[in-house]
């Protein structure tokens, strides 16, 4: 004869296959949380570095094409605009702002980022690395 197979009681059968779904559910999960915990710092190295920057450069471009506005110390104290140019040297402010947004201001002008349209879009005349260049020019206002 055949032997027919006893099944657990319903409350068991439930318990069990919760926890087997419960083990294939968390195991891509243990799986990303291995792979993020191996190259995560160095994501994190790469992203903080950003790319190389030329500060010797960002200061012969920034005397060149900003120093007209802001200033040679970055103060903007010129008047020259309404309302009146941020002032580069407060540190407390740049540190608020992060890299990209200098970036994006420099690059395609200050209405692109809610600031003064009067600031002109410098990506006909800058490439990426050059306005980088500025970008690590303009951090060390705060840093004297």
Request: with cysteine.
């Amino acid at each position: 004869m055949f032997a027919v197979p006893v099944k657990d009681s319903p409350r068991r059968e439930t318990a069990r296959v919760a926890r087997l779904w419960r083990e294939e559910e968390f195991m891509p999960t243990r799986f990303l949380a291995a792979l993020a915990l191996a190259v995560g710092p160095l994501l994190v190295a790469s992203a903080a570095a950003g790319p190389a920057r030329d500060v010797g450069h960002g200061k012969e471009l920034f005397l060149r094409y900003c120093s007209g506005c802001h200033g040679v110390d970055g103060r903007g104290e010129a008047k020259t605009f309404q309302p009146n140019v941020g002032n580069l040297a407060v540190k407390e402010l740049m540190d608020q702002l992060s890299d990209e947004y200098l970036f994006a201001a420099i690059k395609k002008g200050g209405a692109a980022v809610g600031k003064n349209a009067a600031m002109p879009a410098w990506q006909q005349q800058l490439d990426d690395s050059q306005i980088w260049d500025i970008v690590g020019f303009v951090r060390t206002f705060g840093s004297r």
